[in-house]
C-alpha cells in the first residue's frame, strides 16, 4: 500500500523556518515527480512546488520561490520542503503528492497528474 507520511509542520512566528518532510512507503519514487501543495482555510488548494525524478529539475510558485526550497532523498524515498521568510499567509496545510513521469515539466503544477496524496500537515504562521 502506498503511503505518504508529511512530518515537520508546527507553529512559527512571522520570519521564521520550518522543514517539512514527507516520507514515501509502498513503493519507490524514484522516477516520480514530488510536489508540495497547500490548501487555507476558504481556500482552493494550490501549488507551492515540485521537483522531477532526477531532482535536477525544479518549480516553484512564484510567491514562495525566493524562500522555499524543494529537495529529494532517493534514497531514503523522502521530498523536503524549506520554507524560510515565513509570512502569515504561508499559513495553510501542506500536502506532498507524488506523480508518474511521462507528462510535460510544467503540467506537475496542476493537482491532476499527482495519484497519490499525504493526509498533510499543518503550519501556522503567527504575525
Known amino acids: 500500500q502506498v503511503q505518504l507520511v508529511e512530518s515537520g509542520g508546527g507553529l512559527v512566528q512571522a520570519g521564521g523556518s520550518l522543514r517539512l518532510s514527507c516520507a514515501a512507503s509502498?513503493?519507490?519514487?524514484?522516477?516520480?515527480?514530488m510536489g508540495w501543495f497547500r490548501q487555507a482555510p476558504g481556500k482552493e488548494r494550490e501549488f507551492v512546488a515540485t521537483?522531477?525524478?532526477?531532482?535536477?529539475?525544479?518549480y516553484s510558485e512564484e510567491s514562495v520561490k525566493d524562500r522555499f526550497t524543494i529537495s529529494r532523498d532517493n534514497a531514503k524515498n523522502t521530498v523536503y520542503l524549506q520554507m524560510n521568510s515565513l509570512k502569515p499567509d504561508d499559513t495553510a496545510v501542506y500536502y506532498c503528492?507524488?506523480?508518474?513521469?511521462?507528462?510535460?515539466?510544467?503540467?506537475?503544477?496542476?493537482?491532476?497528474?499527482?495519484?497519490?496524496w499525504g493526509q498533510g500537515t499543518q503550519v501556522t504562521v503567527a504575525s
Open positions: 521537483i522531477m525524478w532526477s531532482g535536477g529539475s525544479t
Open positions: 503528492a507524488a506523480a508518474p513521469p511521462g507528462r510535460e515539466d510544467s503540467s506537475y503544477r496542476n493537482m491532476g497528474p499527482y495519484y497519490h
Open positions: 509502498g513503493r519507490t519514487f524514484n522516477n516520480y515527480a
